[in-house]
């Protein structure tokens, strides 16, 4: 049995890279590390369904027929061609040489480009392009932080060895002695199981974060909270809070869907930020947002180094446009504008609204994915691709903007291709066919 070392999880916006793969007969056997969920990234579950030949079918209702990967692609490169306002969407579950390839396509075909965050920290980017992003690397927080928020995010469950690997536990040089040196402080209406570890547990009224957010503030600056309670929270324990926050010698503030999906949305992370500005007169206190998938913070760089826009971005005049709200591929669907869809490492079919879904059913759509998903079943073309991360390299961005290397660990099946292999091909094609 061969034994990988310093694998890099691709799964969520941890990016662990201490991974340790025990390969056998060219397969996934076990491995040390990583968490339930990332253990379930590299091996194989029985009866999961994985693509490993390109499928077609020109009516959705009937069956899929295998095609070879030449023909699939010319089909696809027709589709886009043809489409008034095709969508290219996802990118969040592969590595930065794909971005590339998809940002370049979809400047060809003259589409909307965008990526996952639209439907998770989207709000989040128009925050920070509203009042700044006061941001540090995990490493700070593991070395420096003795007081730690998680707002409106419960680790545990969706970042599983975040707490133990940078923001909790781990001894840093200047926190020695580990979760005894830090505060924890949780914000969110459940008692989940972070909230459970907490030194303080602020159980906010659901959608009423920017109240108790608003009030922090105003209790920082020396103005009297003008309630006995505010969102829930008694005005004593918010004095308190501040106290801790004012004396913290490092404090760190993460923050997610708790706050970007409920009432307010941008308007929470604007103020959120704002926050961790005002203190920054009194302590040291930077953020960081919980990022999702592994390489969805990947795609909204390599996007903003090549458009000048981080998602949402629409080439349907020959040029970069962006206008969240009017240019992204959520409203695209919604308007029923979007005549064509490709869509590639993500799950829209599983986690878009329902009337997205249902436009996504009705137009073409081409699915790069590995595996059978409540999107692959909607489409007319299905490609398969390796699995980056585990069967092909690449880069990907942490949560915290620090790139890491993905490794190969084990050889994909054959007759598929990477995900930037099998867009640099429909590039060509559509190329052709524009001549
Ligand atoms: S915490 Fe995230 S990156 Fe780390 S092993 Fe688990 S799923 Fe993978």
């Excluded at 998602?311 to 695209?332: A, H, K, M, Q």
């Amino acid at each position: 049995m061969d034994v990988i070392k310093n694998v890099v999880c691709p799964f969520c916006g941890t990016l662990c890279d201490d991974i340790e793969c025990f390969v056998e007969s060219g397969h996934i056997v076990k491995t040390r590390n990583a968490c339930r969920i990332g253990h379930s990234k590299f091996t194989h579950k029985k009866g999961a369904v994985r693509y490993t030949e390109p499928l077609y079918r020109e009516n959705k209702k009937d069956d899929f027929k295998k095609i070879d990967f030449d023909t699939a692609i010319e089909k696809t490169a027709e589709i886009l061609v043809n489409a008034k306002k095709p969508l290219i969407y996802g990118f969040s579950a592969t590595e930065c040489h794909a971005h590339i390839e998809g940002m370049k396509l979809a400047e060809q075909i003259r589409g909307i480009v965008s990526n996952t965050a639209e439907v998770c920290h989207g709000p989040s980017v128009w925050a920070l392009q509203d009042v700044g992003y006061p941001i540090c690397t995990l490493g700070e927080v593991k070395n420096r932080a003795d007081v730690v928020i998680y707002w409106g995010s419960n680790p545990m469950h969706a970042h599983p060895r975040h707490m133990s690997r940078y923001g909790v536990f781990p001894r840093g040089f200047f926190r020695s002695r580990g979760r005894k040196d830090r505060i924890l402080i949780v914000v969110d209406p459940r008692e989940t199981a972070t909230a459970k570890l907490a030194d303080i547990h602020l159980k906010v009224d659901p959608h009423k974060d920017y109240e108790l957010i608003s009030a922090i503030r105003s209790a920082l600056k020396g103005f009297e909270v003008q309630s006995e309670t505010i969102a829930g929270i008694p005005k004593e324990t918010i004095y308190e809070t501040v106290e801790i926050l004012k004396n913290a010698q490092y404090g760190e503030l993460f923050f997610a869907m708790g706050v970007t999906h409920t009432v307010g949305k941008h308007r929470n992370i604007d103020t959120a930020i704002e926050l961790v500005i005002d203190l920054n007169a009194q302590t040291k206190f930077t953020l960081i947002p919980m990022r999702g998938h592994y390489n969805v913070n990947g795609f909204n760089q390599v996007c903003t180094w090549i458009s000048g826009f981080p998602l949402c971005v629409d080439y349907s005049r020959g040029f970069p446009e962006f206008n969240p709200g009017d240019t992204s591929v959520t409203d695209s669907l919604l308007r029923g504008e979007a005549d064509a869809m490709l869509n590639i490492a993500s799950d829209p079919g599983a986690h878009f609204p329902q009337n997205a879904v249902k436009r996504m059913s009705k137009i073409p759509l081409i699915c790069i994915d590995p595996h059978e998903t409540p999107t692959s079943v909607l489409a007319n073309i299905i490609l398969p691709p390796t699995i980056a991360g585990v069967e092909d390299t690449g880069t990907a961005y942490r949560m915290d903007g620090v790139p890491l290397e993905l490794k190969k660990v084990i050889d994909p099946p054959k007759s598929t291709l990477a995900d930037r292999e099998i867009l640099k091909r429909i590039s060509k094609k559509v190329g052709e066919l524009l001549k």
